[in-house]
């Protein structure tokens, strides 16, 4: 292996390794860490950081990127190495005092947000999220300068490499001008779904949950599920870890819950065993991972065959053969039912995407300077009102719902939507090469389903931007169209 | 604080919070990582290891130390700073290729002891073994030349401070000539105990373990109970995690590992808050850690009064009001019933310091070139004949049960006995300034005794040696008096 390169592998490893020590802490910190080690937790956690952080700004780095650019490497090594640039750059980029800076404002700004949304006080807010976008926007700048980006795209870049703005504008006014009259029309036709009677114990649900992992191939002997506050997937290939919250009068939560992240686990677990604790041997940024996760839960598990195949194991596990809620079909309804909700989390498929561009277009603005935090939430009920229709009657139903500007992640709620279309684009690809890929999830099997997405996506790790990818696998570029055309066969066409 | 102080302070605070985080990853790859997640764990363990020994090594260190040498320095600080130059001068005097051939080597050898183990094949073990046994002694050698010390003493010292051969020598000596004329009588003298009658519900089990923990007044906010194959305490003070093993056939086992690991996780949880992240901080060595575990188990579990409060809780649990096996008679004879084992960690209080005796013997002849590991088996055999009158049958349950010698661990076993004396002379002392200590015993209270245990040792952090803490606290020192007449009331005076 050629030297600087191969010193860099060596550093880029060790990085690796200590990110994965801070995957296991994570974790344990949300599953089953008592109280009294929060503080020990944090602590622990910012020395490994820091000495990731030492480990990739190190001087001798930059010299060994330069050195490697004239050593002859093979493709994969090329994209690992364009791939340690991305990250050298982008660690270097931010001054360490505005670095220290954005952690102590953001750590504040959450705690103060958990208050404020308590008690639906925008006011108590405003001055510390005033803060977080002055120091954000900062970190643009900053990294914006050193890649030759607006200020904006360094921040989507950071969610997913070669992600711009440019190619959002066009796909989400698309979008904001299609999706409401879609939604518009599911609602009004939409047949009524008969509720679930709980309840469901949850010692069941587990047993069930069990049977949806087993459906999409999941190996326990790699992996964990267990139960925390918030679901997540985290952990590293070969001990991917994800989570899941059960209510005894809802199953169908934890079930969806449990086969989103299990989209994420299984993108873990597949990534290139040969580079593994390489940077080029990660997952792809946010979008890809999000396409990953709703292509199992949105395009495979609310489908007809998978909905049929729930509804079988539910009825047997619950023991209630002859419950009308559990049949296929009233369990397709429930889990595709379109209502208009003020909450992002709880919107479904068709109205999501219009929570989303309504936050792009104001964290865009206020990245830009043309939005003051003091003006926001009347821009959000604003836009609620354009988009939706619908206008919260409070700030802890709006502009305070969610967590991710109080801990400074601006760029990063596009990303949830552009993987919905992607997860739709490379669905219908998926379809025309496994052409009997619905009757395998009819039988509760993704089997050839995980094949292709293993073959396609996992084992490519960072190979490719996500457009390159997305264009390798379907010739396309990234647009709403597929997924256009999926709400309409699913919600309209009554197939 | 003084610069030069401050600095190692920041320094060892970093390290202390990278051992945690170590912590972390062991318990949890002893309790809940799945098989996959092995070969990352080992990765990632090695480079927190190596990043730890980096910053206690780094040279600036030993820069540092020496001014700090001259520095205005309260007592606590001055240990701090003792304690800190005898863990770099550890780190520092073993060359680091050494410590990487033994690293090798002892993984190697662990795995082919566990092989040989099962087949009882010493020969298969030799090999590894002497030379493990060689690069051991490489490193006592280098390490006794750092500090001025015999070799066996630099190993003895890596686990217990200040503890020297010159000490264990006459104790040992004593204990050899004493203790298997004690449990002769004992086993000669003491009543037949009835055999528990199982089953005993693990989940009725798991409950009765709850109720040790609050008799030892263990806060579950600020630690956890779990299970693994091999029991042990772990974590970080706030968050001292504990495990154990159930059998449905005696709960016994299970109780009294709980209150065994109880001793060293109140003893991780009292450690001075001031201190915390500091090495003057941390709970002293090996005999200290022993003494707790002991102390809690041992002196106070196994006492008549709170022997027969477990007996009437156990009865309640498990809903056996009218079993005799769970009288509180019965269950004192069985929880300190004497009989020779082959097997150390099955022996009881008056055998075990036997075995240990004979592994003393064995490894400082080893480390000192008197012994071949070839003339092993032999030695031990001749040895158990002397001590213990009994002689394996094979190797499985004779040399090759521990696991100590195949890792390294040579002049680890004295501080299992040496705690062992240490926790008579502690409880003798507390015994006298806590009069109704048996009391709160019986009554399934450590309450004061708890308190006497972290006034006197566990706030005390490495502020003195394991001898200066005995002396201060009972104006004695080490010697095997208190146990031998410890052993003799329990025992032999019917009381």
Known sequence: MPQAYADLADRFARISNVEGALAVLSWDAA?????????????????????????????????????ADDETLDEWQRANLVEMK??????????????EAIARVTTTCEMIWRDARAKSDFAELA???????????????ALGAAQGLSPYDALLDLYEANLRD??????????????????????????????????????????????MMAAVDFDLSQGRLDESAHPFSGGIPGDVRITTRYEEADFLQAMMGVLHELGHAQYTAG??????????????????HESQSLFTEMQASRSRPFTAFLAG????????????????????????????????????ETTYPLHIVL??????????????VADLPAAWNDGMRELLG?????????????????????????????????????????LKQVPDALEHLGRGSFGPILAWQRENVHQQGCRYTFDQLLARITGETLGPDAFLDHLRLRYLSGA
């Open 31 to 67: 599953v089953v860490m008592p109280k009294g080690g929060a503080e020990g937790r944090g602590e622990q956690t910012a020395v490994l950081k820091r000495f990731a952080h030492d480990l990739i700004t190190a001087p001798v780095v930059a010299e060994r990127l330069a050195q």
């Open 86 to 99: 991305r990250r050298h750059v982008q660690a270097t980029a931010i001054p360490s005092d505005l670095v």
């Open 127 to 141: 001055t510390s999220l005033t803060e977080v976008v002055r120091l954000t926007r900062a970190q643009a700048e």
């Open 166 to 211: 440019s190619t959002i504008e066009p796909i989400f006014t698309r979008l904001g001008q299609e999706l409401p009259g879609i939604s518009e029309a599911v609602i009004a036709r939409q047949p009524k779904a008969m509720e679930l009677s709980g309840p469901f114990p949850i010692e069941r649900q587990k047993l069930l949950a069990r049977d």
């Open 271 to 288: 990534q290139p065993v040969a580079w593994r604790h390489q940077p080029v041997g990660d997952a792809r940024g946010m979008i890809v």
């Open 313 to 348: 194991r539910a009825r047997a596990v619950f023991e209630r053969e002859d419950d009308p809620a559990l049949s296929a079909e009233n369990l397709s309804r429930l889990v595709n039912r379109v209502q208009k909700s003020l909450i992002r989390v709880e919107a479904d």
């Open 359 to 372: 936050r792009w277009r104001l964290e865009k603005a206020m990245i830009n300077g043309d939005l003051s």
């Open 390 to 430: 619908i206008v919260p009657p409070d700030d802890r139903r709006g502009c305070l719902q969610d967590i991710h500007w109080p801990v400074g992640a601006f760029g990063y709620f596009p990303c949830y939507t552009l993987g919905a279309l992607m997860a739709a684009q490379l669905f219908r690809a998926m």
